[in-house]
């Protein structure tokens, strides 16, 4: 009976934990969604010298607060999920380890010549603002129309290269080094700058025939940048159709499942075992 009763307990708090669909849920997140606002807003304030010497010692109190929560959030996932493994191997695993994990390494590493490597574990917990994806359903959506539209967007990708190629190729051969262009990844430079109508100036065509061919690219710049956003769109109001929760697979420990789903799309494993 007692084992029963920590199943029991062990179960409801997974739904906690992994699951927004439950007043309890969503309350879990909510702080955890300050508490990853707070710390980022702490890690940018505190890369400020002036801010960094009126207040360093808050941002670095505040910090491990943060950290110990995230500790502790960390530990209670990797207990309740039915497969830890799974978890630990995935990516919020991953970024979940990454949220708390470099304030203690930067335990271990002292020494002013260290300093570098501090600030670089410091500018990871910036990371931490990933962990949003896993309260944001849409974050789903997201990435299932990114998915769906990857080989589209591949060939487009592709062809933009290829234009680049040929055109940097081409303007190496008009122009030549005493405009600048002094040699073809050059021109490829210049190629992708003036296709994506970023335009820095630092490099431009000063014949005829080089002007009329920038033109020709700037044109065909407007009309590249709708393309792969008219693919995204497509794919993503395909996707939005089908409604999706919070529904976390006690096995791999992945979300994205459609409401009436009673096994998981990922591993095949039953989402509510009895």
């Given at each position: 009976?007692?084992?029963?009763?920590?199943?029991?307990?062990?179960?409801r708090?997974?739904?906690?934990i992994?699951?927004?669909?439950?007043?309890s849920?969503?309350?879990?997140?909510?702080?955890?969604?300050?508490?990853?606002?707070i710390?980022?807003?702490?890690?940018m304030?505190d890369?400020v010298?002036?801010?960094?010497?009126?207040?360093?010692?808050?941002?670095?109190?505040?910090?491990w607060?943060?950290?110990?929560l995230?500790?502790?959030?960390?530990?209670?996932?990797?207990?309740?999920?039915?497969?830890?493994?799974?978890?630990?191997?995935s990516?919020?695993?991953?970024v979940?380890?990454?949220?708390f994990?470099?304030?203690?390494?930067?335990?271990?590493?002292?020494?002013?010549?260290?300093?570098?490597?501090?600030?670089?574990?410091?500018?990871?917990?910036?990371?931490?603002?990933?962990?949003?994806?896993?309260?944001?359903v849409?974050?789903?959506?997201?990435?299932?129309?990114?998915?769906?539209?990857?080989?589209?967007?591949?060939?487009?990708?592709?062809?933009?290269?290829?234009?680049?190629?040929?055109v940097?190729?081409?303007?190496h051969?008009?122009?030549?080094?005493?405009?600048?262009?002094?040699?073809i990844?050059?021109?490829?430079?210049?190629?992708i700058?003036?296709l994506?109508?970023?335009?820095?100036?630092?490099?431009?065509p000063q014949?005829?025939?080089?002007q009329?061919?920038?033109?020709?690219?700037?044109?065909?710049?407007?009309?590249?940048?709708?393309i792969?956003?008219?693919?995204?769109?497509a794919?993503?109001?395909?996707?939005?159709?089908?409604?999706?929760?919070?529904?976390?697979?006690?096995?791999c420990?992945?979300?994205?499942?459609?409401?009436?789903?009673?096994?998981?799309?990922?591993?095949?494993?039953?989402?509510?075992?009895?």
């Amino acid at each position: 009976m007692e084992a029963g009763n920590q199943l029991s307990f062990k179960e409801r708090l997974n739904k906690i934990i992994f699951e927004a669909d439950t007043p309890s849920g969503k309350a879990f997140d909510i702080i955890l969604i300050v508490s990853i606002v707070i710390s980022v807003l702490v890690v940018m304030l505190d890369s400020v010298s002036s801010y960094r010497a009126v207040y360093g010692d808050w941002f670095f109190k505040i910090e491990w607060v943060i950290t110990i929560l995230f500790t502790f959030e960390y530990i209670l996932r990797l207990t309740t999920a039915e497969r830890s493994r799974g978890y630990i191997f995935s990516f919020y695993g991953f970024v979940d380890l990454l949220s708390f994990l470099p304030t203690y390494l930067s335990l271990l590493i002292p020494g002013t010549q260290f300093f570098l490597v501090i600030r670089i574990l410091r500018v990871l917990r910036v990371f931490r603002v990933l962990k949003f994806t896993r309260y944001i359903v849409e974050a789903d959506q997201l990435r299932n129309a990114l998915a769906s539209s990857r080989r589209k967007i591949i060939i487009f990708v592709y062809t933009v290269i290829t234009i680049t190629v040929i055109v940097g190729s081409l303007m190496h051969v008009i122009e030549g080094p005493e405009n600048g262009f002094t040699s073809i990844p050059r021109g490829i430079y210049w190629a992708i700058v003036t296709l994506t109508t970023v335009g820095y100036g630092d490099i431009s065509p000063q014949t005829n025939l080089g002007q009329m061919v920038s033109a020709i690219i700037m044109i065909l710049g407007y009309g590249i940048i709708a393309i792969p956003t008219g693919i995204f769109t497509a794919e993503f109001s395909r996707v939005n159709r089908d409604k999706q929760t919070t529904k976390t697979c006690p096995h791999c420990s992945k979300e994205g499942h459609d409401s009436d789903a009673e096994y998981c799309k990922y591993c095949g494993g039953k989402l509510n075992p009895e």
